[in-house]
């Protein structure tokens, strides 16, 4: 197959990650792919390092579709693959007339806007929309589109077949100003009202008088994490929470950590919760969006909104650290996970590419 994938995003996130590693996962099977973004994007840096063909493309709808359409026409793809809500426009106004399957990946699990556009977008401008889980799906469905025109495939990792190893933990505490007894949690995510920085400091504050040993590593950026409401309860926490802006956590930074935190009120799957199960650390998680089906029954889930029900869950995950049976969590956590690896993610998705090419008989496949 020739695979075009589109992104307009301009900062690294899920969606970005989740683009490379398909794009990874296809191209070990001998896809030939092209990656059109905008240009000094992360994403842009990124694939041009690891060897893919970027296009470059300017943010203006009908800029970057005549871009990609000159591409399309002077080298025939079979297949074009948007990323988020924008690159569906591009893909549909850049490729209309052409022979080529169109497949939208549907990433968030928010209520549109305006369902009857959504409606219209989803069901005539693409052949297929990949929900990246079911509560996507299920979002979509509401909103009117045929649930036979919507697969779930759910996003996954480069599951680690190995941990960091024994001295990893040492280091990455010294690394980041932390004692040997300091109970250390982990939250990776950008800094924006869904993702619940806000509840987590709250709970944090909660329990210091009880429990001072208690370190919180906020990992992120965006708009809340220089908001005057973070900045104040961090200065409350007295060294308690430290925000060191965006980084690509390593295998290092989880064999540090205790605990880890996805309290989002909306989260269409939990990538970050895998990446920190992966490396068989117990998640508290919240009961939104795919993430209980992330979890399984391996970690806490709680209510979404509730710095209470947070440090409730905190408390007893630092009860049950002190016994040993937080270590059984971590290890069931890490099987948990495994069943969500990019190659299961991988062969699913060219399945998919190969039966939608099919379908539409189109001439010249390379499928």
């Given at each position: 197959?020739?695979i075009l994938?589109?992104?307009t995003?301009t900062?690294m996130r899920?969606?970005q990650?989740?683009l490379?590693?398909s794009?990874?996962?296809l191209?070990?099977?001998g896809?030939?792919?092209t990656?059109?973004?905008?240009?000094?994007s992360?994403?842009?840096a990124m694939?041009?390092?690891?060897?893919?063909?970027?296009l470059?493309?300017?943010?203006?709808?009908l800029?970057?579709?005549r871009a990609?359409?000159?591409l399309?026409?002077?080298?025939?793809?079979?297949?074009?693959a948007?990323?988020d809500a924008?690159?569906q426009?591009?893909a549909y106004?850049?490729?209309?007339?052409l022979?080529?399957?169109?497949?939208?990946n549907?990433l968030v699990?928010?209520?549109?806007?305006?369902?009857?556009t959504?409606?219209?977008?989803y069901k005539?401008?693409?052949?297929?929309?990949v929900a990246l889980?079911?509560a996507?799906?299920?979002?979509?469905v509401r909103s009117?589109?045929?649930?036979?025109h919507?697969?779930v495939?759910?996003?996954g990792?480069?599951f680690?077949?190995?941990?960091?190893?024994?001295?990893?933990r040492e280091r990455?505490?010294a690394?980041w100003?932390l004692s040997p007894n300091?109970f250390?949690i982990?939250?990776v995510?950008?800094?924006t009202?869904?993702?619940g920085q806000?509840d987590a400091?709250?709970?944090?504050?909660?329990l210091?008088?009880?429990?001072p040993?208690?370190?919180m590593?906020?990992v992120g950026?965006?708009?809340l994490?220089e908001d005057?409401?973070t900045?104040?309860r961090?200065?409350a926490?007295?060294g308690?929470?430290?925000?060191?802006?965006y980084?690509?956590?390593a295998?290092?930074?989880?064999?540090?950590?205790?605990?880890f935190?996805?309290?989002?009120?909306?989260?269409?799957?939990?990538?970050s919760a895998l990446h920190?199960m992966?490396h068989?650390?117990?998640?508290?998680?919240?009961?939104v969006?795919?993430?209980?089906?992330?979890?399984?029954?391996?970690g806490w889930l709680?209510p979404?909104g509730?710095?209470r029900a947070l440090?409730?869950?905190?408390e007893?995950?630092?009860e049950e650290?002190?016994?040993g049976?937080?270590?059984e969590r971590g290890k069931?956590?890490?099987?948990?996970?495994?069943?969500?690896?990019a190659?299961?993610?991988a062969?699913?998705?060219e399945t998919l590419y190969?039966e939608?090419i099919?379908?539409r008989?189109?001439?010249?496949?390379?499928?």
């Amino acid at each position: 197959m020739r695979i075009l994938h589109i992104d307009t995003g301009t900062v690294m996130r899920g969606g970005q990650e989740l683009l490379m590693m398909s794009a990874r996962g296809l191209r070990a099977r001998g896809h030939m792919q092209t990656i059109a973004c905008p240009p000094g994007s992360p994403l842009a840096a990124m694939a041009s390092v690891e060897g893919f063909v970027v296009l470059p493309i300017e943010r203006p709808y009908l800029r970057a579709a005549r871009a990609v359409r000159r591409l399309v026409r002077s080298q025939p793809h079979d297949l074009v693959a948007s990323h988020d809500a924008r690159a569906q426009t591009v893909a549909y106004l850049a490729t209309l007339g052409l022979p080529i399957v169109r497949v939208a990946n549907r990433l968030v699990v928010f209520e549109p806007r305006n369902p009857f556009t959504h409606r219209l977008k989803y069901k005539y401008t693409c052949d297929v929309v990949v929900a990246l889980s079911q509560a996507v799906k299920d979002t979509l469905v509401r909103s009117g589109i045929p649930a036979e025109h919507i697969e779930v495939i759910t996003g996954g990792i480069d599951f680690p077949e190995q941990l960091a190893d024994p001295g990893a933990r040492e280091r990455m505490r010294a690394q980041w100003g932390l004692s040997p007894n300091d109970f250390a949690i982990g939250h990776v995510a950008a800094f924006t009202a869904e993702k619940g920085q806000l509840d987590a400091l709250d709970s944090l504050l909660a329990l210091l008088p009880k429990h001072p040993n208690i370190r919180m590593l906020l990992v992120g950026d965006g708009p809340l994490r220089e908001d005057p409401r973070t900045q104040e309860r961090v200065r409350a926490a007295s060294g308690a929470a430290q925000l060191p802006g965006y980084l690509k956590p390593a295998a290092e930074f989880y064999a540090g950590l205790d605990l880890f935190l996805v309290n989002s009120t909306a989260e269409a799957l939990g990538l970050s919760a895998l990446h920190a199960m992966a490396h068989a650390v117990p998640v508290i998680a919240t009961t939104v969006g795919g993430l209980p089906e992330v979890v399984g029954g391996t970690g806490w889930l709680i209510p979404p909104g509730d710095p209470r029900a947070l440090a409730e869950a905190i408390e007893e995950a630092i009860e049950e650290s002190a016994s040993g049976v937080m270590r059984e969590r971590g290890k069931r956590a890490r099987e948990h996970a495994r069943r969500f690896s990019a190659e299961v993610t991988a062969q699913r998705t060219e399945t998919l590419y190969h039966e939608n090419i099919r379908a539409r008989k189109l001439p010249g496949s390379q499928a």
